[in-house]
């Protein structure tokens, strides 16, 4: 993706493929420890033999995401050859951390999505290549790679796990489905004749579900919750339509942002 700054300053980004979950919970839990980047031998070795990166791709690992909700994306040279690119690594960082931090989509931080600076071309006047020129730049392009690469919009999920009489699993089963739960399994509880049943809920479908599991049950189940995972969105947010289309629109205007989605030729500019 293109994108050009004041007084000729131009960059050109490309988006490689989203992380797996393996590798970005690595990056939550601490597995991956972020602040070894500064001991690039170790940090690169680290990724080659747990992640499987290329070594030399892993060595060019500039910095992470925007911590703490950000931190999970990765930004890495990729440039060849290119003169004063190193003058421009703290800026061309600092608008990747606010593209992580912040989202095209709705304001809210990316996870899992790895940048790779692919090509650089800048002014040789050192006055025409501060931090003025490439912060907006690099925020732009980042933006323009998200929405080129089919952004999609990820939800906070419970594991809940609900305890009940057998005669009422109807109601359980019924209400864990008008909220959007996925049941992982049901079975019995050891010396009981009480089943206990585990689901994924989307933590947006959490709110009102006490009242509503009681209501189904006759007040006979009893549950507990905890975060579990990030999960994505059903449906394409960008999609007219869909769910997470209508989730997008509902967090724009709570955000006071303009209810017009953006469109890539806002961020990418041509050649």
């Not at 919970?25 to 290329?54: P, Q």
């Not at 005669?167 to 019995?188: F, K, M, P, Y």
């Amino acid at each position: 993706m293109l994108g050009k700054g004041s007084k000729q300053v131009q960059s050109l980004v490309h988006v490689g493929d989203s992380f797996d979950e393996v590798f970005v919970k690595g990056i939550e839990t601490e597995d991956i420890r972020t602040e070894e980047i500064t001991n690039m031998k170790v940090f690169a070795r680290d990724l080659e033999d747990k992640y499987l990166w290329n070594v030399g791709e892993a060595r060019k690992v500039w910095t992470f995401g925007c911590p703490p909700d950000g931190i999970a994306n990765v930004l890495v040279d990729l440039t060849k050859g290119v003169q004063y690119v190193h003058e421009i690594r703290d800026s061309v960082t600092a608008g990747f951390m606010h593209a992580t931090r912040s989202g095209v989509l709705c304001d809210n931080p990316l996870r899992g999505v790895r940048f790779n600076l692919e090509s650089v071309t800048l002014h040789s006047d050192a006055i025409h290549r501060g931090a003025g020129q490439i912060i907006p730049c690099a925020k732009r392009v980042c933006y323009a790679c998200q929405l080129a690469s089919g952004p999609r919009l990820m939800e906070p999920v419970y594991l809940v796990e609900i305890v009940a009489p057998p005669d009422v699993q109807g109601g359980v089963i019924n209400t864990l489905h008008s909220r959007r739960a996925e049941i992982e399994q049901i079975q019995e509880r050891p010396g009981t004749k009480l089943l206990v049943v585990q689901a994924q809920l989307p933590v947006m479908e959490s709110f009102g579900f006490t009242t509503l599991l009681s209501q189904s049950t006759g007040g006979k189940a009893v549950f507990q919750m905890k975060f579990s995972q990030w999960k994505l969105m059903p449906g394409n947010p960008m999609e007219e339509g869909t769910y997470a289309y209508r989730v997008l629109l509902q967090t724009r205007k709570w955000k006071g942002l303009k209810e017009e989605l953006p469109v890539f030729s806002d961020y990418c500019d041509k050649l």
